[in-house]
């Protein structure tokens, strides 16, 4: 499974024009359930996305709380996109994305496993399959990109620099954006 996870101010989702759910400050998790997906990785994904620490604590510590921590919200929007191998030619690749069927089913289990962990009142969802306008105001911005499998937890966050430009790499300080990855087995999340 993968996940984009942004750190909002706000966000919602419309569907033919009508508000179908939104979230005051929060994370919004742009999900998609890949082919060899199983529901191992999907509930780990959803315990991830409510432990991860991406708030600063009151003493301005960055990393301290997660969105249980801050009492925020959750919105997950199903997007098989994030599937997409684009290594050869210019036009995406989906093989790597479930099934509908399959996709529907996991995502499902993982959209549950977020309420039954969280407050369900919380945490809100999109449309499957629907042709969404996703609206959000990032706070940070910060955004993490999670991949869950058997091997490995891979994460990837991207946040403004927050410390004098000498102490972050000169591409980062020209571009703005510092960002950072992790990979760790996945038996950590055990």
Not at 147 to 158: F, G, K, L, P, S
Request: hydrophobic residues 40%.
């Amino acid at each position: 499974m993968k996940a984009v996870l942004q750190r909002v101010v706000s966000a919602s989702v419309t569907v033919d024009k009508q508000l179908i759910s939104s979230i005051d400050r929060g994370i919004l998790v742009f999900a998609a359930v890949e082919r060899n997906d199983t529901r191992k990785e999907v509930e780990a994904m959803a315990a991830k996305v409510l432990k991860l620490k991406i708030w600063p604590d009151e003493a301005g510590g960055t990393w301290k709380r997660s969105v249980l921590d801050v009492k925020g919200e959750v919105l997950c929007v199903s997007q098989f996109t994030l599937a997409a191998n684009t290594k050869k030619g210019n036009k995406p690749d989906f093989h790597g994305a479930a099934n509908p069927q399959e996709a529907r089913e996991l995502y499902d289990i993982f959209f549950s496993k977020v309420q039954e962990l969280y407050e369900a009142e919380k945490v809100k969802n999109g449309v499957f399959q629907a042709i969404m306008e996703v609206g959000l105001v990032n706070d940070g911005p910060v955004g993490v990109v999670y991949r869950c499998d058997n091997e490995a937890v891979t994460m990837e966050i991207t946040m403004p620099p927050q410390r004098k430009t000498e102490d972050i790499p000169q591409k980062a300080a020209e571009s703005g954006v510092s960002s950072t990855t992790f990979e760790m087995p996945a038996s950590l999340l055990e």
